[in-house]
């Protein structure tokens, strides 16, 4: 049964700006503190990103354009994460649940493919590195592991020689960006080859999206990442080098 008040209340929900439930949250969370100017901008980014900093006593939030029209309940939780996040708090479940529960709508999935495809930044194929050539260390594995039936993606080597993101598969641009810190005579071919593996079977087994859960790394994908053939000796070396 559902009473006025509480119809009073959900229609408030409504109609409040962003700034005002920014506000309110601050409030939950940090009641005797005064309540900074606040300012909430949506912006064109290229994914479902959310930036939040405290600058000269004021709140600056700035979200993506995609959630410009999500409803009240949703930015509430991402006001809670954000804010939990700027002053290093433990996020409650339900929030974080309700907002990935949104993300992980059907219709919400397509918008942000789409605007990824559009936004992102495109990938070049150059897969000839210095040390190693990309192409040539995919068709190997292609062969070896997957009887030479996977369609090959864009393969290409990083702008920055990151060490924290040494490969990754972007399905929206459908390709493989290794890390040029691998591309080096330092480097042996065996960790190269497992990179480039594990990125492939991200094409052979897609994310999974259940119960507002996205699972990356399924137990398939576990288990298929165990046939590698040099993997102890692969995960030493980055673990030691890095």
């Given at each position: 049964?559902?009473?006025?008040?509480?119809?009073?209340?959900?229609?408030?929900?409504?109609?409040?700006?962003?700034?005002?439930?920014?506000?309110?949250?601050?409030?939950?969370?940090?009641?005797?503190?005064?309540?900074?100017e606040?300012?909430?901008?949506?912006?064109?980014?290229?994914?479902?990103?959310s930036?939040?900093?405290?600058?000269?006593?004021?709140?600056?939030?700035?979200?993506?354009?995609?959630?410009?029209?999500?409803?009240?309940p949703?930015?509430?939780?991402?006001?809670?994460?954000?804010?939990?996040?700027?002053?290093?708090?433990?996020?409650?479940?339900?929030?974080?649940?309700?907002?990935?529960?949104?993300?992980?709508?059907?219709?919400?999935?397509?918008?942000?493919?789409?605007?990824?495809?559009?936004?992102?930044?495109?990938?070049p194929?150059?897969?000839?590195?210095?040390?190693?050539?990309?192409?040539?260390?995919?068709?190997?594995?292609?062969r070896?592991?997957?009887?030479?039936?996977?369609?090959?993606?864009?393969?290409?080597?990083?702008?920055?020689?990151?060490?924290?993101?040494?490969?990754?598969?972007?399905?929206?641009?459908?390709?493989?960006?290794?890390?040029?810190?691998?591309?080096?005579?330092?480097?042996?071919?065996?960790?190269?080859?497992?990179?480039?593996?594990?990125?492939?079977?991200?094409?052979?087994?897609?994310?999974?999206?259940?119960?507002?859960?996205?699972?990356?790394?399924?137990?398939?994908?576990?288990?298929?990442?165990?046939?590698?053939?040099?993997?102890?000796?692969?995960?030493?070396?980055?673990?030691?080098?890095?």
């Amino acid at each position: 049964m559902l009473h006025m008040g509480e119809v009073q209340v959900e229609s408030a929900l409504l109609f409040e700006t962003p700034e005002q439930i920014f506000a309110r949250v601050f409030r939950e969370l940090r009641p005797r503190t005064t309540l900074p100017e606040i300012r909430v901008e949506f912006c064109r980014f290229a994914d479902v990103n959310s930036y939040i900093r405290m600058q000269d006593g004021r709140l600056h939030v700035r979200l993506s354009d995609l959630l410009e029209g999500a409803p009240a309940p949703v930015l509430e939780a991402l006001a809670h994460i954000l804010l939990c996040k700027l002053y290093r708090r433990p996020i409650p479940r339900i929030h974080a649940y309700r907002y990935r529960l949104y993300l992980n709508r059907s219709d919400m999935r397509r918008t942000i493919h789409l605007v990824r495809q559009s936004r992102g930044r495109k990938t070049p194929d150059e897969p000839r590195g210095r040390h190693f050539d990309l192409r040539e260390v995919f068709e190997e594995l292609n062969r070896k592991y997957f009887h030479g039936l996977m369609a090959r993606p864009a393969l290409c080597w990083s702008a920055r020689a990151s060490r924290t993101l040494l490969g990754r598969y972007d399905p929206s641009h459908n390709a493989i960006i290794v890390s040029r810190l691998l591309d080096s005579p330092q480097v042996p071919r065996v960790a190269v080859d497992y990179i480039m593996f594990h990125e492939m079977l991200h094409l052979r087994y897609p994310v999974q999206h259940k119960s507002g859960r996205r699972r990356v790394h399924t137990r398939e994908f576990k288990q298929a990442e165990r046939e590698f053939e040099h993997l102890s000796e692969a995960l030493r070396f980055l673990k030691e080098w890095l």
